[in-house]
């Protein structure tokens, strides 16, 4: 297909009115499509309705260790759930608290006990001039939406094909005692899909931050969420190398099983150095006497043990694989060539990344809107909501049926084009287009 910046205006004029046409019968078609969020679809959610099974009023729910699990007590989760955990997040047990249903929750405690009491002995936040952390981009919203809530200052650092700048990275951490931190998604991240190299976790393990109190938090929601049986991304893990590094204490590393059983009801992680638990512990103890020891053993009694959740998750693929592939076919079929977009084809996780021409994201999602398509907010996979390019779309394939995220794609499809055309006829002078892209 031609390229739209190659085309005259008398072209893209033309290309304009039959996009137009085509968009408005859409309009006409009263559609209520979602792809806003990365929800676990209907399908996904049935294959653990077991779970809700495998506990019943006539059972012994007690531990291997005696420990009864409908009483108070076992403030870091019961020693099963522990290891049930520990191998899905490629740790010791004895690194590792469970918490409650959400590891969304646990790091924002970590902040807020960051902010309040500070990290193993040093000032806290609140006492502090500035905080800043460091946010890979495009990024999780969520993860912004913290940093913004607690008056940290957030930097964007581009991510590339292996991961965040390390370049960059390492000259900030070390030049700023400020920066306490930085986001990351490490493994299919949110929205990309990119796990990041060896060499770019071997550098996380070995940076010189000049914040004592530096943390790496390692978010790694997507641990075992492959697509493929075969061709899969594996990822070093962050707490042996930082260890073998001199860095035992600088990272904090989270996981849940929101989209492994039930989004709301599983069970989430921290997994960290002994000298971060003790400290940990010193808040936890305080917040509660222990998280829901039933909804712990209820998770190991249905999976069993890793192998057990990791034939469970290829149930999952099954699921999702098909509409990963449907929207990149139709991303593909539609828009390859025309010099108006890229997009990125991850082996797991939950999202695929679309960039669009330079501003033109919150036009291309507001069109979708109005023809019955809601899309993720542009803007939303940057601090703050602000893309500087206007150009980033996160695409959430998992949560609508297969027949209509096909017709979703295809309408988001016709939008990218349409607005694409509009901005270069904007720009047309004289049949010339300048047109910037941003990968």
């Not at 495009?138 to 390390?166: C, K, L, Q, S």
């Not at 939303?380 to 893309?387: I, L, Q, R």
């Amino acid at each position: 297909m031609k390229p739209y910046a190659e085309m005259t205006k008398a072209e893209l004029q033309a290309l304009k009115k039959e996009l137009s046409a085509k968009y408005r019968e859409y309009q006409g078609k009263d559609l209520k499509l979602d792809m806003s969020r990365g929800k676990p679809s209907i399908d996904q959610l049935d294959l653990s309705m077991g779970m809700l099974d495998v506990l019943t009023s006539d059972m012994d729910l007690t531990c291997e260790d005696g420990t009864d699990c409908r009483n108070y007590g076992v403030l870091d989760g019961i020693s099963e759930a522990k290891e049930l955990l520990a191998d899905m997040m490629e740790v010791a047990p004895d690194h590792i608290i469970i918490y409650g249903n959400s590891s969304l929750n646990v790091m924002y405690d970590t902040v807020s006990r960051s902010m309040t009491h500070g990290v193993m002995g040093n000032t806290p936040w609140c006492k502090l001039d500035k905080v800043k952390f460091l946010c890979p981009v495009p990024g999780y919203d969520r993860h912004f939406a913290i940093t913004e809530y607690f008056g940290i200052e957030m930097i964007n650092v581009p991510m590339t094909p292996t991961g965040p700048d390390m370049d960059m990275v390492e000259k900030l951490v070390a030049s700023d005692d400020s920066i306490k931190g930085i986001w990351c998604v490490p493994k299919y991240s949110n929205p990309q899909g990119i796990s990041y190299s060896d060499q770019t976790v071997r550098r996380f393990a070995r940076l010189k931050p000049a914040a004592p109190d530096f943390r790496i938090y390692w978010d790694n929601a997507y641990t075992i969420h492959h697509l493929y049986d075969m061709d899969q991304d594996h990822l070093i893990e962050i707490l042996a190398e930082c260890k073998r590094a001199g860095n035992p204490d600088m990272v904090y590393k989270f996981a849940s099983t929101s989209k492994i059983s039930f989004p709301g009801s599983g069970i989430a992680a921290i997994a960290a150095s002994q000298n971060n638990l003790v400290d940990i512990k010193k808040q936890l103890r305080i917040q509660t006497i222990g998280h829901d020891k039933v909804n712990q053993l209820r998770h190991v009694r249905f999976f069993g043990d890793i192998h057990g959740m990791v034939e469970h998750m290829k149930k999952h693929a099954d699921i999702l694989r098909p509409k990963f592939e449907a929207v990149l076919e139709t991303l593909d079929r539609e828009l390859e060539g025309l010099g108006i977009g890229t997009w990125t084809t991850p082996k797991g996780g939950y999202f695929i990344s679309f960039d669009s021409l330079d501003g033109c994201a919150k036009a291309i999602v507001a069109k979708c809107k109005k023809a019955g398509l809601v899309m993720t907010g542009a803007g939303a996979t940057y601090p703050y909501g602000k893309d500087p390019h206007d150009s980033n779309i996160r695409i959430a394939p998992s949560y609508p049926p297969l027949n209509d995220l096909k017709q979703a794609m295809e309408l988001f499809a016709l939008c990218v084009k349409l607005v694409s055309v509009e901005k270069l006829l904007s720009e047309k002078k004289d049949d010339v287009v300048t047109v910037t892209t941003e990968a």
